[in-house]
């Protein structure tokens, strides 16, 4: 399977998506079968104050108002992203324990020996919600200038320039590493919990380069750091100098889109009333004008379908595992 797997899925959710948003989704009364009648706890597993976060707080207000109970965010950094996942293996079925549910969760079982959980049948797959906008970064006093001049001083020199991403294995390691590996050069891989690490390194000169989630948004429009390149479809409309990886001759989009998912064994009564409301809040104006601020992709799909994504790309993360010779143990 090559990297443009994610691509094409993309294209196939987008028509789904324009398809479905002429239907109205309908808001369900509180206390269909009981639920919920108290607050719901909501785990993300990164750092908080990122992109992610703003957008998850966005749709709790409008949960919130619609479900008359609060939605509660938890920010439980670590264990590349997958404490959440951890989390859910613990909690009851019962919708009152979700977490924010991303591609490293299918694709931890395949980098290590030791038992985890079946990334299928071990989950509630509830909606997906949007993906991460991904890039290359470098101070702006960096000697590159540009993607190729980076990617010139990494083949001079294998193995002496430094990248960081938000963890071992996570989706920004393993595109960045298939990148290298397509352009036949070596940079060495600088591991941190979530991507403002990353910036707090580069803006302490430890390393060369950002290779992440847009926690580094907030510098380059303060003018500390450049943008060499972005890993969407098209370029940004806030950043149109930044070429995108297809620009630059690789076929390649790395969204890597995230959902909300449960414990398996979910009452399919609570999915729909969860499924119903956190839908409402997305396709609401204040939360798309949070993704519109920070360009976030649109990547919505209903339960089922989100279900069948994760089956499809389970194939392809364990193939990837493979062919990087991943491994955390």
């Known amino acids: 399977m090559d990297a443009n797997k994610e691509s094409r899925g993309m294209t196939r959710r987008g028509a789904f998506v324009l398809g479905s948003l002429g239907l109205a989704a309908p808001r369900l009364a509180r206390g269909q079968g009981g639920f919920p009648d108290r607050p719901i706890r909501f785990i993300v597993p990164w750092p908080p104050g990122s992109s992610l976060d703003a957008l998850f707080r966005s749709m709790f207000d409008i949960v919130r108002r619609d479900l008359g109970q609060q939605v509660i965010l938890e920010n439980r950094p670590g264990a590349r992203g997958t404490l959440g996942a951890q989390a859910l293996l613990q909690a009851r079925p ?3 324990t979700l977490a924010q549910h991303h591609l490293s969760i299918l694709r931890q079982p395949f980098l290590t020996r030791q038992p985890t959980w079946d990334p299928i049948t071990d989950f509630t797959y509830i909606l997906q919600v949007s993906g991460f ?3 290359v ?8 200038r540009s993607w190729a001049e980076l990617i010139a001083a990494a083949r001079a020199r294998p193995g002496r320039l430094t990248y960081s991403t938000s963890g071992v294995s996570t989706s ?3 595109a960045m590493e298939d990148i290298l590996a397509r352009e036949r050069v070596e940079m060495t891989h600088v591991p941190f919990r979530g991507a403002q690490e990353g910036v707090t390194a580069l803006l302490g000169r430890q390393i060369d380069c ?9 510098n380059v429009e303060a003018g500390e750091f450049r943008l060499l390149c972005v890993w969407t479809r098209e370029r940004l409309a806030a950043f149109p100098d930044a070429p995108t990886l297809k620009e630059l001759g690789h076929d390649m989009v790395v969204t890597s889109p995230y959902g909300v998912a449960g414990p398996k064994g979910m009452d399919q009564t609570v ?8 839908r409402k809040a ?11 601020r920070w360009e976030m992709p649109l990547e919505y799909l209903p339960p089922a379908e989100y279900l069948s994504f994760a089956r499809e790309r389970v194939a392809y993360e364990r193939e990837m595992v493979a062919r990087l010779r991943l491994s955390i143990d």
């Open 210 to 218: 950002v290779a992440d989630a847009q926690a580094w948004r907030p």
């Open 137 to 144: 970064v470098v101070r702006t006093d960096s000697p590159y």
């Open 282 to 292: 997305l396709f609401d104006e204040t939360t798309q004008a949070v993704m519109k």
């Open 94 to 96: 019962d919708g009152y």
């Open 133 to 135: 906008l991904f890039g």
């Open 271 to 278: 999915v729909n009333t969860l499924h119903q409301s956190f």
């Open 172 to 174: 920004n390691h393993i």
